[in-house]
T-cell receptor
Framework: KAGVTQTPRYLIKTRGQQVTLSCSPISGHRSVSWYQQTPGQGLQFLFEYFSETQRNKGNFPGRFSGRQFSNSRSEMNVSTLELGDSALYLC?????????????FGPGTRLTVT | SQQGEEDPQALSIQEGENATMNCSYKTSINNLQWYRQNSGRGLVHLILIRSNEREKHSGRLRVTLDTSKKSSSLLITASRAADTASYFCATDLPKAAGNKLTFGGGTRVLVKP
């Protein structure tokens, strides 16, 4: 089985811009979750999508949004970028969801905001 | 503060030695998971242990869970240089807290050849 893929792998944006990150889960997995990892805050949960519905959400402002398509692929959007949004964004897929089964992580997208 | 917190923050051992790291959490959980992350890359799932389980093994890995103490430990036996990585525990929060999955700050393990 192919693993979780994320595109792009690296991204440089300017403050105020918006960005869209993409994640393709393992075939057959219905859950896709997103995480932000920074040296200061560690690994933080953003949200989980399951069968096209947002099922769980972390404590992030509304500038962070996402969606899931019928083929389970997911996108995450960050609007009005701030310097503090520079981070490694990881997505993970699982069959039953974040609370019930192990997650398989992609390699991440490293976003730098200047 | 985080739901799961690992201890120690960093660990340096010689190849062949065992490495033990601990995870403490605050609220009741349904399950606890351990993940490994090599420098700046995605996480790799190691073991999921449910709240009604006390111990689980996977190859050279042994995970214990003590729900009365709200703690878990990960033991890596006969460590290898390839085990050098950061190790994270992840716990689920109850529905009232938003059904989130929270990760601890991680333990950085360095295995010296």
């Amino acid at each position: 089985k192919a693993g979780v893929t994320q595109t792009p792998r690296y991204l440089i944006k300017t403050r105020g811009q918006q960005v869209t990150l993409s994640c393709s889960p393992i075939s057959g997995h219905r859950s896709v979750s997103w995480y932000q990892q920074t040296p200061g805050q560690g690994l933080q949960f953003l949200f989980e999508y399951f069968s096209e519905t947002q099922r769980n959400k972390g404590n992030f402002p509304g500038r962070f949004s996402g969606r899931q398509f019928s083929n389970s692929r997911s996108e995450m959007n960050v609007s009005t970028l701030e310097l503090g949004d520079s981070a490694l964004y990881l997505c993970a897929s699982s069959y039953e969801g974040i609370l019930r089964s192990e997650q398989y992580f992609g390699p991440g997208t490293r976003l730098t905001v200047t | 503060s985080q739901q799961g917190e690992e201890d120690p923050q960093a660990l340096s051992i010689q190849e062949g030695e065992n490495a033990t790291m601990n995870c403490s959490y605050k609220t009741s959980i349904n399950n606890l998971q351990w993940y490994r992350q090599n420098s700046g890359r995605g996480l790799v799932h190691l073991i999921l242990i449910r709240s009604n389980e006390r111990e689980k093994h996977s190859g050279r890995l042994r995970v214990t869970l003590d729900t009365s103490k709200k703690s878990s430990s990960l033991l890596i036996t006969a460590s290898r240089a390839a085990d050098t990585a950061s190790y994270f525990c992840a716990t689920d929060l109850p529905k009232a807290a938003g059904n989130k999955l929270t990760f601890g700050g991680g333990t950085r393990v360095l295995v010296k050849p």
